[in-house]
């Protein structure tokens, strides 16, 4: 360093802008690694976001069909006519009894644009469908191309390779899902439904994700049975490899063309979905995008270089000469020289210096108070356009739909299902945080519904409430959490008919009091010594999520932030007999 500060200033300033030049090339050439490396995880991200559409798309398709074989179940006619051997009938009643299942599997198939053909063989050997003239032959073909079955308790699922065949003398490519019927009281299957599913209208609906860059292919046990680009020849083996590894992505080799491919299977059609993309089209994106920097950050080094040289020559050039004057005039006169200090009539030159970056640093501080704002205002809008995407009524009103079709077609349970989920998420998007208890009961007795659908005779639930309760005030999602503890915790895990008692009242002191008991499992002693501890600590000691009842101590911190310290939860339960979970609130004015 001593020697270069000895250098004249010439090759002191074209010393640094070399410095300066190699430092850049540095830059680039880290740049251009780093950027290849962002590029690569970019792309095995997006690849897995586009695997999850596809993967989410077909399932879509292929979940929607299990109903089918619950047909029986939901209709006693259909029932009885599997059971039935309708040769043994006379040929008005066959017809009829024929007309009506046929009906029935013509309207699913005109609901469903994915279903050509839906046909029910029963152990009998009567054959129902929409197409019935060449059922029985497309039931032994389907049964040709099986390559995947499922067999469980009252489950069987039966999944066929994608082959070529007719429906109505149209050729079609056909993929054919077919599951037993069984009856609920006996494990005696009554008949197995054969739907064949359009595969071409499959593909179609793939198309919608579909783009230059990236690959889909889907493989069963034999191999390839779908791609969007045709060439390609993949190898099962290959991709059941990537699968293994436990971030399931690897590399697929085919044609010299090196693919970063993500796998995912689709467990129930024992499928492989594989979304690839070659490795070449992502290293070149890169390199596109960053050529065009490096090349004009060469030209303006180079021009620098060059101007630079012109500069420091205009600027070293008067300054030697007017040291070489001082050097001549001090030696003359054989004296000190004197310092020279800058006057306020310095030279125009570095004055217009000055004044310049002056106003390049006054256009720097604009700059970045217009690029902060700029910021900020970019950040509310792709807030609000998150928050736009939020359409609740959007959901609700699909709710009401799906309740209107269950009524249609005579789907009792869904209806009231989708009816009481529609009002729940009512309950969740409307109003504020107090609501009258008849609101909050009215939403609790349609949780409680849909339990009771989902538990069939498993638990009775009685409301014992005081009328003048009905019109208090109180905060919103309260009793269900409670309710819900009730019915998981405590009569679900138990093996005799439960019951849970809802009681409500207003005592002297006007202190609403509500209780939930149920006469379940209970509580061991360990469990209800820790949820007492919880529920005695201060709202600043905060919850610890790691423990149980958390959905308890939650609604009882609700409490006690909102009405006080003094009320909030308790809870009494005996192991094996019954729990009891009360809660107290004060009874506010209501605001005029």
């Known amino acids: 360093m001593k020697r270069i500060s000895r250098l004249p200033i010439w090759w002191q300033l074209f010393i640094g802008l070399a410095c300066c030049f190699l430092f850049s090339l540095i830059v680039i050439c880290a740049s251009f690694f780093i950027d290849i490396k962002e590029a690569e995880k970019n792309n095995w991200s997006y690849l897995h976001r586009m695997n999850s559409q596809w993967e989410l798309e077909i399932e879509t398709i292929t979940k929607n069909l ?52 839906a046909t029910i063989l029963t152990k009998n050997g009567n054959i129902y469908g929409n197409f019935v003239e060449d059922s029985l032959k497309q039931v032994e073909q389907a049964q040709d191309h099986i390559v995947y079955s499922k067999a469980g308790h009252k489950n069987e699922k039966y999944i066929t390779d994608i082959y070529e065949g007719e429906i109505n003398m149209l050729p079609y490519k056909l993929l054919t899902i077919a599951y037993a019927m069984y009856p609920v009281t006996s494990d005696e299957k009554l008949a197995t439904i054969y739907i064949d599913l359009n595969f071409e209208e499959i593909e179609k609906s793939f198309s919608v994700f579909s783009n230059n860059e990236i690959e889909c292919c889907l493989f069963n046990k034999n191999g390839m049975i779908y791609s969007s680009e045709k060439e390609n020849h993949f190898l099962l083996k290959d991709v059941k490899n990537i699968y293994e590894n436990s971030d399931h992505q690897g590399v697929l080799e085919t044609d010299g063309t090196v693919w970063n491919a993500y796998v995912v299977k689709i467990t129930d059609l024992d499928w492989y979905l594989v979304q690839c993309m070659p490795k070449k089209s992502f290293t070149f994106n890169s390199t596109k995008n960053i050529l065009p920097f490096c090349f004009w950050v060469l030209m303006i080094f180079v021009f620098l270089l060059f101007g630079g040289m012109q500069l420091i020559s205009r600027i070293t050039k008067p300054i030697s000469e007017f040291s070489n004057a001082l050097n001549q005039v001090t030696l003359h006169k054989k004296q000190k020289p004197r310092h020279i200090q800058l006057s306020e009539d310095v030279p125009e030159e570095i004055s217009t210096m000055v004044s310049g970056y002056n106003d390049l640093v006054s256009r720097i501080e604009e700059n970045i108070i217009l690029a902060y704002k700029n910021e900020i205002s970019q950040k509310k809008t792709e807030l609000q356009m998150l928050q736009y995407q939020i359409n609740p009524h959007f959901l609700y009103n699909t709710l009401n739909i799906v309740s209107a079709l269950a009524k249609l077609n005579g789907i009792k349970e869904i209806s009231e ?52 309760m009905m019109t208090c005030e109180m905060l919103k999602f309260i009793l269900q959490p409670l309710m819900e503890n009730a019915i998981e915790h405590g009569v679900i895990p138990c093996k005799k008919r439960g019951r849970i008692e809802l009681t409500g009242k207003i005592s002297s002191d006007h202190i ?81």
Do not use: W
Request: glycine share 6%; hydrophobic share 35%.
């Open 417 to 468: 299902i989708s009816e009481s989920l529609s009002h729940i998420f009512h309950y969740n998007v409307k109003g504020g945080n107090i609501v009258q208890l008849k609101m909050e009961l009215e939403n609790l007795q349609c949780y409680v519904k849909i339990q009771s659908l989902r538990f069939p005779g498993k638990f009775d639930v009685i409301y014992n409430v005081d009328d003048e």
């Open 66 to 117: 299990d109903y089918l074989q619950y047909l029986p179940l939901i209709d006693k006619d259909i029932m009885t006519n599997l059971r039935n051997d309708y040769q043994k009938q006379s040929l008005k009643k066959q017809l009829s009894n024929s007309n009506y299942v046929n009906n029935i599997l013509e309207d699913i198939c005109g609901i469903n644009p994915f279903i050509l053909r």
């Open 512 to 592: 609403a009091e509500i209780s939930i008991c149920d006469n379940g499992n209970g509580i061991n002693d360990e469990t209800l010594q820790m949820l007492h501890q919880e529920l005695k600590k201060d709202l600043k000691q905060g919850i610890n999520h790691s423990s149980s009842g958390i959905g308890l101590i939650n609604v009882h911190q609700r409490i006690k932030n909102y009405y006080g310290e003094e009320f909030g939860i308790s809870i009494e339960s005996t192991l094996g007999e019954y729990t009891c979970i009360k809660v107290r609130f004060p009874i506010l004015p209501k605001e005029v």
